[in-house]
T-cell receptor
Framework: TQLLEQSPQFLSIQEGENLTVYCNSS?????LQWYRQEPGEGPVLLVT?????EVKKLKRLTFQFGDARKDSSLHITAAQPGDTGLYLC???????????FGGGTRLMVKP | EPEVTQTPSHQVTQMGQEVILRCVPI?????FYWYRQILGQKVEFLVS????????KSEIFDDQFSVERPDGSNFTLKIRSTKLEDSAMYFC??????????FGDGTRLSIL
């Protein structure tokens, strides 16, 4: 069974601060996807990382896939209240296969 | 932007009854999935479907569950003889052959 451990589970910070969310596994994934989920809605895709060591930027969000494709991180620079939400990482063994989800990081950014 | 749509948004059913959850995947996608999320827990994989057959299923997806693509657009999840512990959010997702999975907004299933 593949497991993805996400940390921290909860994070409450002030507007303007930086933060990093981690997603770790002992298993190798062919790709890893980051989602954001609002209450009452489905996960919305933010980014997919595929290559070991890959770094992708989405405005103030930076995503990194570990060299061994077992872990990933999400770094948010100068967080804003609009960043508040639940962030989920999910790993895929092969295209078309199931996603294994982490437990999520609930972020609150206070103005 | 194309999206996955799910109906109903909320389903309340008596224990023991059958429910059918419906999904319309993104039109050019070939892979379809069902996941569930029990309140306060992780999103869990149930089943994936490709080329009109189940390609992968989890331990959760037992004989109580079935999936069907009755026509060219719909993808359904049927739960027979529902139990209290089936109460959860059920998410449908779809993907192209090598792309990421896109999720619908889910159906909240409440078993009384």
């Amino acid at each position: 069974t593949q497991l993805l451990e996400q940390s921290p589970q909860f994070l409450s910070i002030q507007e303007g601060e930086n933060l990093t969310v981690y997603c770790n596994s002992s298993s190798v994934f062919s790709s890893l996807q980051w989602y954001r989920q609002e209450p009452g809605e489905g996960p919305v895709l933010l980014v997919t990382v595929v290559t070991g060591g890959e770094v992708k930027k989405l405005k103030r969000l930076t995503f990194q896939f570990g060299d061994a494709r077992k872990d990933s991180s999400l770094h948010i620079t100068a967080a804003q209240p609009g960043d508040t939400g639940l962030y989920l990482c999910a790993g895929e063994r092969n295209a078309g296969n199931m996603l294994t989800f982490g437990g999520g990081t609930r972020l609150m950014v206070k103005p | 932007e194309p999206e996955v749509t799910q109906t109903p948004s909320h389903q309340v059913t008596q224990m023991g009854q059958e429910v059918i959850l419906r999904c319309v995947p993104i039109s050019n996608h070939l892979y379809f999935y069902w996941y569930r999320q029990i309140l306060g827990q992780k999103v869990e994989f149930l089943v994936s479907f490709y080329n009109n057959e189940i390609s992968e299923k989890s331990e959760i997806f037992d004989d109580q569950f079935s999936v069907e693509r009755p026509d060219g657009s719909n993808f359904t999840l049927k739960i027979r003889s529902t139990k209290l512990e089936d109460s959860a959010m059920y998410f449908c997702a779809s993907s192209e052959s090598s792309g990421p999975q896109h999720f619908g907004d889910g159906t909240r299933l409440s078993i009384l």
